[in-house]
């Protein structure tokens, strides 16, 4: 049986312990807080003889060796074993009032710095600097505005997807509650016809018959959808050789409800059958 690996990474606050949580609960056995230097002859001990699904959480508290990281997940590739990289990420204004509410001490402050809010906000920048080589090397999980339970979904739905296959994400949601910060392209539909301005269509989502009927009969629509579908058409097989695992599409609208939602639908439709593909609706999921 091949080990799998799942590396998670990323931003104190982003929510590692709930993703470590969600993967426990797919049947991985987590350690959180390994040492890098410790990554290799863990991962040699777990292989022989159980062969079974390992979690690894890693932080900045680890700093001066996670520059060794991407070197060494290479290395277990080469060795014919499944490792995934996650790294959860998150706006600093959301870390800044996720450390608010709780009270805990960020890993870089200084307790002798009299501006506290200030000295925060700087060892989050300093983390981000820290981890940048991790991110780069990972597929990125925006936590800024999910709940706990969708983070969790949004886990056990990538770890199920065949590891040797490009993955395609396609994520709708509202530019008035922010990008995403893991997109790797982001389509602005705000220019198309809006059905909440349309009555009987308000209160319904781009999954509903009304709204996506709405939609179809606008030939921009029609039109945005194919200049997608053709820009990822034309690009998806050079990200396959480039050994990318996830690339995520974002597709956003003034609420994300309706035209973004309706548009990640199709495009799913289309590329499902060629491409290992999932979907977010972010200001849906969790509803």
């Not at 949580?21 to 959180?32: I, N, P, S």
């Not at 079974?52 to 932080?59: F, P």
């Not at 991407?70 to 590739?77: G, H, I, N």
């Not at 392209?185 to 809006?194: A, E, I």
């Amino acid at each position: 049986m091949t080990l799998e690996v799942v590396l998670i990474t990323g931003m104190s606050g982003s929510g590692k312990s709930v993703a470590l949580h969600a993967l426990e609960d797919a049947g991985y056995y987590c350690v959180d807080n390994l040492p890098p230097e410790l990554l290799l002859p863990f991962v040699e001990l777990e292989q022989h003889p159980r062969g079974r699904k390992v979690a690894i959480a890693m932080d900045v508290r680890s700093a001066a060796s996670l520059p060794l990281v991407p070197e060494q997940l290479a290395d277990l590739r080469k060795r014919g074993i499944s490792v995934r990289s996650l790294f959860l990420d998150a706006m600093t204004e959301t870390l800044v009032h996720r450390y608010s509410e709780t009270r805990r001490r960020h890993p870089l402050s200084r307790s002798d710095d009299a501006d506290a809010q200030h000295a925060l906000v700087e060892a989050i920048e300093l983390e981000r600097e820290l981890l940048g080589t991790l991110r780069e090397h990972a597929h990125v999980i925006d936590t800024s505005i999910i709940r706990s339970s969708q983070l969790q979904g949004y886990i056990k739905a990538l770890i199920s997807a065949p590891v040797a296959q490009l993955t395609l994400v396609f994520e709708s949601f509202a530019f008035k509650r922010g990008i995403p910060v893991d997109a790797d392209y982001v389509f602005d539909v705000r220019m198309l016809p809006n059905p909440h301005y349309e009555t009987g269509l308000r209160n319904l989502t781009g999954r509903d018959e009304p709204v996506a009927a709405y939609l179809q009969q606008h030939e921009d629509v029609r039109r945005m959808e194919l200049h997608i579908r053709d820009f990822l058409d034309f690009w998806l097989q050079a990200l396959a050789r480039d050994h990318r695992s996830y690339v995520t599409v974002a597709i956003g609208c003034t609420g994300g409800q309706h035209r973004s939602v309706f548009l990640v639908e199709q495009l799913v439709r289309h590329f499902s059958p060629v491409w290992t593909t999932l979907k977010r609706h972010r200001e849906l999921d969790g509803r």
